[in-house]
């Protein structure tokens, strides 16, 4: 069974810190893709950034960062210099092929509420 | 901007009313996914549409029922809900293929509540 992790509710950030939103994951497959989405109050899921489990390095997209520890299964997201507007939900989501015999589907975690302050 | 646009915005309707939600992708991607989302909850699936064949019911109940008219188009069409059906409902894309990194695309949501 495939199962993403996110052990924290809420957190709470200072504006212009870093900031890490912890995510395991538990999977038999040995490919499978790794993503954070960020989905503010109005509704829309934000992909982020994404991790191939054989990616050798950790992915970055501008202030975003995945900590990728495959030994441990954690996937791990830094957010760099938090703004205001970084306040919102984030979801930990994986992706395996040929998951029950077809493409993978998106299986998320429950989320991470993260609120920046001013 | 979002480049799945999902209408409309919010939808308020009886419970024996017929409503559709719809979706359209020009990202020349030939998934298409709904998701249901509770308050507070991750997204849950409901159905697949791979090249325009439902490839995946998630035992979503009869009065939810998918059409894929085209590549670009995605709907849900609504009838006799229940008040718990209220939550809201994404649409999302993506490339097909047995790749997984192909990050699916959402769009930004119709907010069902069922009266």
């Known amino acids: 069974a495939q199962k993403i992790t996110q052990t924290q509710p809420g957190m709470f950030v200072q504006e212009k810190e870093a900031v890490t939103l912890d995510c395991t994951y538990d999977t038999s497959d040995q490919s499978y893709g790794l993503f954070w989405y960020k989905q503010p109050s109005s509704g829309e899921m934000i992909f982020l950034i994404y991790q191939g489990s054989y990616d050798e390095q950790n992915a970055t997209e501008g202030r975003y960062s995945l900590n990728f520890q495959k030994a441990r299964k954690s996937a791990n997201l830094v957010i760099s210099a938090s703004q205001l507007g970084d306040s919102a939900m984030y979801f930990c989501a994986m992706r395996a092929v040929n998951y029950g015999g077809s493409q993978g589907n998106l299986i998320f975690g429950k989320g991470t509420k993260l609120s920046v302050k001013p | 901007d979002t480049e799945v646009t999902q209408t409309p915005k919010h939808l308020v309707m009886g419970m024996t009313n017929k409503k559709s939600l719809k979706c359209e992708q020009h990202m020349g991607h030939r998934a298409m996914y709904w998701y249901k989302q509770k308050a507070k909850k991750p997204p849950e699936l409901m159905f697949v549409y791979s090249y325009e064949k439902l490839s995946i019911n998630e035992s979503v109940p009869s009065r939810f029922s998918p059409e894929c008219p085209n590549s670009s188009l995605l709907n849900l069409h609504l009838h006799a809900l229940q008040p718990e059906d209220s939550a809201l409902y994404l649409c999302?894309?993506?490339?097909?293929?047995?790749?997984?990194?192909?990050?699916?695309?959402f769009g930004n949501g119709t907010r069902l509540t069922v009266t």
């Open positions: 999302a894309s993506s490339h097909f293929g047995g790749i997984n990194n192909s990050p699916l695309h």
